[in-house]
């Protein structure tokens, strides 16, 4: 069972930056897949970017060119860097991990972008 505990939220004015961290319980070295997922009040959970174990990342189109996802493996941490907040980045951030056969979720950590 692979605990994850995101931190890092907050309010900030639109064109600022913020910085998530995700802490897992265990190894990030022994999760195949790592990623942040977002949800909105009044909409779906979307998928916002992923890292693999190898190091390979992907993103949505909505997180191209301001987001950026990264990992401290001694710290067992995922990092989602966000640069360039719009108002429409408000919502509640999930760390998502994958290790097979499990699917693992975090609390989220609420982020406020004001315009």
């Known amino acids: 069972q692979v605990q994850l505990v995101e931190s890092g939220g907050g309010l900030v004015q639109a064109g600022g930056s913020l910085r998530l961290s995700c802490a897992a319980s265990e190894s990030i070295n022994s999760i195949g897949t790592m990623g942040w997922y977002r949800q909105a009040p009044g909409k779906q959970r979307e998928w916002v970017a992923l890292i693999t174990t190898g190091g390979t990342t992907n993103y949505a189109d909505s997180a191209k060119g301001r987001f950026t996802i990264s990992r401290d493996n001694a710290k067992n941490t995922v990092y989602l860097q966000m640069n360039s907040l719009k108002p429409e980045d408000t919502a509640v951030y999930y760390c998502?991990?994958?290790?097979?056969?499990?699917?693992?979720w975090g609390q989220g950590t609420q982020v406020t972008v004001s315009s």
């Open positions: 998502k991990a994958v290790r097979a056969p499990g699917v693992y």
